[in-house]
């Protein structure tokens, strides 16, 4: 059974700090996707690494895979209060994507 | 373009009630799925469609049924509810299996 876990479940910190999120998956995926989900509302795709050491930017996120050591990092840069949401790692492993159990950013003033 | 779309919003069901919640796309998509999302456990796959015409479990399919109706529709059915599928259900799709996939809204569903 795929487990993935991601670090920190809970994160609040202060506008303009940065920060990193940690995915870690136990099996082999040779892609991972970040979506994040706002309170009460849907999940929206933020990005697709699709290979090993792929790094993708957008805006104050950047997002990158490390597929050998099953690894994804999501960095925060000057933390915004917009960025307060959800962030989920989602592997894909044959037909199905397994979601981690999220992390909850809250960006404080 | 509306994108994924799924009703009702909002269900309240008692024990042992069936119910069909309906999700449509209007992007031409080929694979379609369902999740269920519980506090503290992400989002978890009940069933889902790699193209009109099949469906296969997920990762949690007991007490579910699917019918992909046709390339647009993908319904979840609920035969006998049970207060353990009290949940938030999520409709998606993509182009293929393991490309990016587009949410749906939700339905939060209560079971008394």
């Known amino acids: 059974e795929l487990k993935v876990e991601q670090n920190p479940l809970f994160l609040s910190m202060q506008e303009g700090k940065n920060y990193t999120i940690y995915c870690n998956y136990s099996t082999t995926s040779d892609r991972l996707y970040w979506y994040r989900q706002d309170p009460g509302k849907s999940l929206e795709s933020l990005f697709v690494l699709l290979s090993n050491g792929a790094v993708k930017q957008e805006g104050r996120l950047m997002a990158s895979l490390d597929t050998k050591a099953r690894l994804s990092t999501l960095h925060i840069t000057a933390a915004v209060h917009d960025l307060s949401a959800t962030y989920f790692c989602a592997p894909p492993v044959g037909n199905q994507f397994y979601f981690g159990t999220g992390t909850s950013l809250t960006v404080i003033p | 373009n509306a994108g994924v779309t799924q009703t009702p919003k909002f269900q309240v069901l008692k024990t042992g009630q069936s119910m069909t919640l309906q999700c449509a796309q209007d992007m031409n998509h080929n694979s379609m799925y369902w999740y269920r999302q519980d506090p503290g456990m992400g989002l978890r796959l009940i069933y889902y469609s790699a193209s009109e015409g099949t469906t296969d479990k997920g990762e949690v399919p007991n007490g579910y049924n699917v019918s992909r109706l046709n390339k647009r529709e993908f319904s979840l059915r609920l035969e006998s509810a049970a207060p353990s599928q009290t949940s938030v259900y999520f409709c998606?799709?993509?182009?293929?299996?393991?490309?990016?996939?587009?949410f749906g809204p939700g339905t939060r569903l209560t079971v008394l």
């Open positions: 998606a799709s993509s182009n293929q299996l393991g490309d990016t996939q587009y």
